[in-house]
Each structure stands twice: as structure tokens, then as C-alpha cells.
């Protein structure tokens, strides 16, 4: 009787910590992806009552190169770096990640660059959640699971899309493998920071489907052809990526 109630409050313990640890880097996560959001409207705004600011673009590029050469030489994979500390941890990732992936990501909108949003909240929830490794003194595994959780709310409180962030964050240790150990702190995770974003004020484009076409065979044989074509062009890129 009382190992069962041992078990009962360890278990209790164990889910309230990844509960509020998941809370914390969810409404820090959300509001970077929000004030990331708005800062990209005003680019976007900027830009398109300016269209000038399109001719500087190779000096904006150049301004960007050269402070993550200068700044940001631990930073720079990006998203293989997350991916690469998920798989084989090994240093802290550096806070300046967040800062650094914000300001280039709006100064490429704001001079007409084609950057998506993805990669800027994926590296922002990680950097920022990866800051409770130290404080708490985390192991590897847990780490694993801040990190995935961390990714999942960056991808979230970007797109307005919760399940999809956790079910991208769970996917990062191995691609159409899931980790469930942390599918609790990734999908709580990813709901908070996609509230939280809305509660700042971020308002998520929506998209409508029209019409959708008839289901036959061929529908489907061609949706097949089409997915084992985008499957195998992402291959291609992943190991082209790699060996460069």
C-alpha cells in the first residue's frame, strides 16, 4: 500500500515538473513567435510602400552574413545544430541563437528576401527551453525532451498550428519515428504557445479549400506518384546539404 502510494506521488511529481517546465517554455516561446510575427508584418509592410529597399538587398545579406561571422560562428547550422544536440548532445545551445535567427530573418523580409518562418521558431523554442538545462541540471534524456518540447511550441505559436508543432517536435529524433516519452510536454507545450500568441494579439492566416476533386483511382495513383516524387527530391537535398 504505501509503495503504491510512493509510485503515485512519484509519478505525480514526475508529470507536474515536464507540466510546468513545458508551461514556462511555452509562454516564452509563444511571445518571442509573436513579437517575431509582428516585426515580420511590419517588414512586410515596410517593404511593400518601399519597394527601393529591394535594391540592398546583397548589402542587407552582407550585413547578416558578417554579424553571424562575427557573432555567431556556434549558431550558424541553424536547425542542424538543434537536431545535431537532440541526437548527440554535447554543448548548451548558445542563447544568441534566438536573437540572432530574429533579427536576420526580419531584415531578409524587409529587403525582399524568400526566408520562411519555420526554421526562426524552431530555433528560437529551442534555444530559449535549452536555457533550463543548466539551471535544473538536466541529463541527456530530459534534455531530449525540453528541446522536442521546446521545438514543438516555437513551431506552434508560428503557424497557429498545435498538433502540427507537437507532432513535429516529436519526429525530430528520427523521421516517421515518434519519441512518446515526450509526447505529453510537446503537445501541452505546443497548445500553451499557440495561446499564447493569441492572447498577444497574433492573428494567423487562414486558408480555405475550395473544392476538392473527385476520389478515384487515378486521384489516388497520382497522389501517390506525387508524394514518393517530393519524398525522393527531399532526399536528394537532405544528402546534397550533408555533403556540402
Known amino acids: 500500500m504505501r509503495a503504491n502510494r ?25 511571445t518571442a513567435s509573436a513579437f517575431f510575427l509582428f516585426s515580420l508584418q511590419w517588414a512586410t509592410a515596410t517593404r511593400e510602400a ?19 561571422l562575427r557573432y555567431g560562428t556556434r549558431v550558424e547550422a541553424g536547425n542542424n545544430l538543434i537536431l545535431e544536440e537532440i541526437h548527440d548532445p554535447q554543448r548548451i545551445i548558445p542563447l544568441r541563437m ?42 541527456d534524456d530530459a534534455r531530449r525532451m525540453i528541446l522536442m518540447a521546446g521545438i ?39 497548445i500553451i504557445a499557440d495561446r499564447v500568441g493569441i492572447m498577444w494579439g497574433v492573428q494567423h492566416t487562414h486558408y480555405f479549400i475550395t473544392g476538392f476533386p473527385t476520389l478515384a483511382l487515378w486521384t489516388l495513383l497520382a497522389i501517390i506518384i506525387a508524394g514518393c516524387c517530393f519524398g525522393l ?10 555533403a556540402v
Not at 11 to 29: M, Q, S
Not at 107 to 114: D, N, R
Not at 170 to 180: C, F, K, N, S, T
Request: net charge neutral.
Open 6 to 30: 510512493f509510485s503515485s506521488l512519484s509519478l505525480l511529481f514526475f508529470l507536474g515538473k515536464w507540466l510546468l517546465l513545458a508551461f514556462i517554455i511555452a509562454v516564452l516561446a509563444g
Open 98 to 139: 534566438a536573437p540572432l535567427v530574429f533579427f536576420g530573418t526580419v531584415v531578409s523580409h524587409l529587403f525582399g528576401a524568400s526566408v520562411g518562418r519555420e526554421g526562426t521558431a524552431v530555433q528560437m523554442g529551442a534555444s530559449i527551453a535549452d536555457r533550463f538545462t543548466a539551471l535544473f541540471r538536466l541529463n
Open 152 to 190: 514543438s511550441a516555437g513551431f506552434s505559436s508560428v503557424f497557429g498550428t498545435p498538433l502540427a508543432g507537437a507532432l513535429f517536435g516529436l519526429e525530430v529524433l528520427a523521421i516517421g519515428r515518434m519519441d512518446y516519452s515526450a509526447i505529453l510536454p510537446c503537445l501541452f507545450a505546443a
Open 50 to 68: 518601399d519597394l527601393w529597399l529591394i535594391g540592398l538587398l546583397p548589402l542587407a545579406g552582407f550585413a547578416v552574413g558578417w554579424i553571424y
Open 233 to 242: 527530391a527531399a532526399r536528394i537535398f537532405a544528402d546534397s546539404t550533408h
